[in-house]
């Protein structure tokens, strides 16, 4: 059976943090970061890691307001989504707010250094986002119901 992956993006203006989830699409994995000053070239990259990894669908982190407001960031990752869209993948917006946050926090949980910090809160940022797109689809499916009442 041939699975499909989902990759996350956590727009930025240099650099955007990439994650992808493991084949059954139950964990997001930190991939890395793509250049993203470049808009085509970073699209070109894009496509080219998509395919490389057997993807089915892009989720693009959304940057709200902490209000729940929209602003320009939150308007550039739509423009991104329906770039990507335009390029033919299913692509999915999801709010993002805190999700640098919670990636510095778990990488200071694991004791990484500051200087590797910086490095690595892109992609790990775009993994918080991923496991929440993936937390949530596996409940609205109730996934998790069955998983639950298997092993009782």
């Not at 084949?23 to 250049?35: D, H, K, S, V």
């Not at 709010?95 to 892109?122: F, P, Q």
Request: net charge negative.
């Amino acid at each position: 059976m041939d699975y499909k992956r989902i990759m996350a993006l956590d727009p930025g203006t240099v650099r955007t943090g990439v994650a992808i989830s493991d084949p059954l699409n139950i964990i997001a994995n930190p991939w890395g970061y793509l250049e993203s000053s470049d808009r085509q070239r970073f699209l070109d990259k894009v496509s080219e890691l998509a395919r490389e990894n057997s993807v089915s669908m892009i989720v693009v982190g959304l940057p709200m307001r902490m209000d729940g407001t929209k602003g320009t960031k939150a308007e550039e990752s739509e423009a991104l989504a329906e770039e990507l869209k335009e390029l033919g993948f299913d692509v999915t917006l999801v709010d993002e707010r805190l999700s640098s946050k919670e990636a510095e926090g778990l990488l200071i949980m694991a004791d990484v250094r500051r200087n590797k910090r910086k490095k690595a809160v892109d992609k790990v940022a775009a993994a918080v986002i991923l496991q929440k797109y993936l937390d949530t689809r596996k409940r609205e499916s109730g996934i998790s119901d069955i998983i639950d009442t298997e092993g009782a």
